[in-house]
């Protein structure tokens, strides 16, 4: 009950941070040089231009903007691109979201499967040639982001050996590169945090009575250490995911995904003010509620750590 408690509080606590976001953003991107109908090519008359303020409300105080935005957020309508006429910012967040979450979950499972096995035996195999080959690709892992990653990538695989497509997104081939590119990259750090977790439990008292009773290395190594060693990298996890499953802004950009990661970019260049805070939004409210998720598990993993 008092676990239930907890909860219901941390979600409520939840709302008013999620309004002061969403109120800095909005804010934030109105401050921002230029406006969303600037163009090079042929600027609108300013007829135009007062027809288009107001129909999206831009000639009203900030005041009255954000709460026409909040009318439109309590019917889970995000407002109008300013930039991609006929389409609201929800569509279009429903168009790109479940292609940002398969590439986000593939790449989230990639960098575990890589980094926790990596981790544990250089943790396991501390001091030996083993523990360091494993430090040794865990930073080289990190030392080369995605952003690097995936024009060599490119080169290699698309170009050069024509295994995989260059870029789009279709079938399960053109995942690979970018999934690839975004999970080595979080390999690397999910590694580290690993290892050390690992190393820390494995110094604990209790791990050492554990070994003074004659217990396995097995059930020293998964049933105890495991369990606290993974706590960093559980920490770690609630941004990562949420990073991901929003997509990464420059890969999606590099292999052309259509996901939220090119219409964030888009959207910024173009000053679209709706698409911005929409996205701005979706991305704070999945952080915190990964976070909250984080917590919760973090409780029943260790019951030394008490629900506040």
């Given at each position: 009950m008092e676990r239930l408690t907890h909860i219901v509080k941390r979600i409520f606590f939840l709302i008013p941070l999620v309004l002061v976001i969403s109120f800095l953003a909005f804010s934030l991107v109105r401050i921002a040089?230029?406006?969303?109908?600037?163009?090079?090519?042929?600027?609108?008359?300013?007829?135009?231009?007062?027809?288009?303020?107001?129909?999206?409300?831009?000639?009203?105080?900030?005041?009255?903007?954000?709460?026409?935005?909040?009318?439109?957020?309590?019917?889970?309508?995000?407002?109008?691109?300013?930039k991609y006429r006929n389409h609201t910012v929800t569509d279009i967040i429903k168009q790109g979201m479940p292609i940002s979450i398969l590439l986000g979950v593939l790449s989230f499972g990639l960098a575990l499967g890589l980094g926790v096995p990596l981790g544990f035996i250089a943790a396991i195999r501390k001091g030996?040639?083993?523990?360091?080959?494993?430090?040794?690709?865990?930073?080289?892992?990190?030392?080369?982001?995605?952003?690097?990653?995936?024009?060599?990538?490119?080169?290699l695989f698309s170009i050069h050996w024509e295994i995989f497509p260059v870029a789009l997104w279709g079938t399960p081939l053109h995942a690979v590169l970018p999934v690839v590119s975004l999970g080595v990259y979080f390999a690397g750090r999910v590694a580290r945090l690993t290892r050390e977790?690992?190393?820390t439990a494995l110094q604990s008292d209790f791990i050492i009575t554990a070994r003074a009773k004659g217990l396995s290395d097995f059930s020293i190594y998964f049933k105890h250490a495991f369990r606290l060693g993974i706590l960093p990298l559980l920490s770690y996890s609630g941004p990562l995911l949420a990073d991901l499953l929003t997509g990464s802004f420059i890969v999606e950009n590099i292999f052309q995904i259509p996901g939220i990661g090119v219409f964030?970019?888009?959207?910024?260049?173009?000053?679209?003010?709706?698409?911005?805070?929409?996205?701005?939004?979706?991305?704070?409210?999945?952080?915190?509620?990964?976070?909250?998720?984080?917590?919760?598990?973090?409780?029943?993993?260790?019951p030394r750590i008490k629900l506040q």
């Open positions: 040089p230029g406006g969303p109908f600037d163009t090079e090519r042929k600027p609108a008359s300013p007829e135009i231009e007062r027809n288009l303020a107001a129909r999206y409300h831009l000639d009203q105080p900030l005041w009255k903007q954000y709460l026409f935005f909040l009318q439109g957020v309590s019917h889970g309508d995000l407002g109008a691109s300013l030996s040639w083993l523990d360091y080959s494993a430090t040794l690709l865990a930073l080289s892992a990190i030392c080369v982001p995605g952003f690097i990653l995936a024009p060599l990538l490119i080169l977790g690992m190393i964030m970019v888009n959207s910024s260049l173009n000053r679209d003010y709706t698409m911005v805070v929409g996205l701005a939004l979706v991305y704070s409210v999945l952080l915190l509620v990964l976070n909250l998720l984080v917590d919760i598990l973090y409780s029943y993993l260790d």
